[in-house]
């Protein structure tokens, strides 16, 4: 699958390495952000995303309500469907 990753912090890397043993992430994307690319992929603006194809975003921010919010954003916002949202650390924060 083609994963936008959602949140450049201190798991990002953690979890793009569990990520990419089965998926291929193809871009990156942050609110707070204005680069070009990370990690050697490209970096999308959250407006862009729409029009960038993927199958999930996956967001990686630790706080629970601060990945709710991004995810409410970005379904209401740019129109994100909700089934291709994917809040990853607020479910297994005490594993990493």
Do not use: C, W
Not at 54 to 78: C, E, G, H, P, W
């Amino acid at each position: 699958m083609k994963i936008l990753v959602y949140g450049l912090g201190r798991y990002t890397e953690r979890i793009v390495d569990l990520i990419r043993k089965e998926h291929d992430v193809i871009a990156y994307s942050d609110s707070y952000s204005a680069i070009q690319s990370y990690g050697k992929k490209k970096f999308v603006r959250p407006k862009e995303i729409k029009h960038t194809d993927f199958d999930y975003i996956i967001v990686t921010v630790v706080d629970r309500k601060q990945a709710l919010k991004i995810r409410d954003n970005l379904t209401s916002q740019y129109l994100i469907p909700l089934r291709k949202i994917i809040p990853f650390l607020y479910t297994v924060t005490r594993q990493i």
